[in-house]
């Protein structure tokens, strides 16, 4: 799968910042179709990282959230900051 078809946008919420300060992880809308597997595979390839795992939550609007948690050695802060999350 088309990596930038997989990951839609960064979902930001109060509780998405807080996961980016206390557990390294990002939160992305991502196709409803997609698997841990194509996550992981799509968010490696964009940004360049290692994902240590990958947690999906579908919401009751429909919408997909993928919960990607970085390796020790990157810095999901960084990855925000590139984001404009910001």
Same mark, same amino acid.
């Given at each position: ?37 194509? #996550? ?17 939550? #579908? ?21 925000? #900051? ?5």
């Amino acid at each position: 799968m088309d990596p930038y078809a997989v990951i839609m946008k960064p979902h930001v919420t109060e509780k998405s910042m807080n996961l980016i300060d206390q557990n390294n992880e990002l939160a992305f809308v991502v196709m409803r179709k997609s698997t841990k597997k194509d #996550v992981r595979r799509a968010f490696e390839e964009l940004f360049a990282v290692k994902v240590e795992r990958v947690n999906t939550q #579908v919401t009751p609007r429909g919408q997909k959230i993928a919960y990607i948690k970085l390796a020790k050695e990157h810095s999901a802060e960084d990855i925000a #900051v590139k984001l404009g999350v910001f």
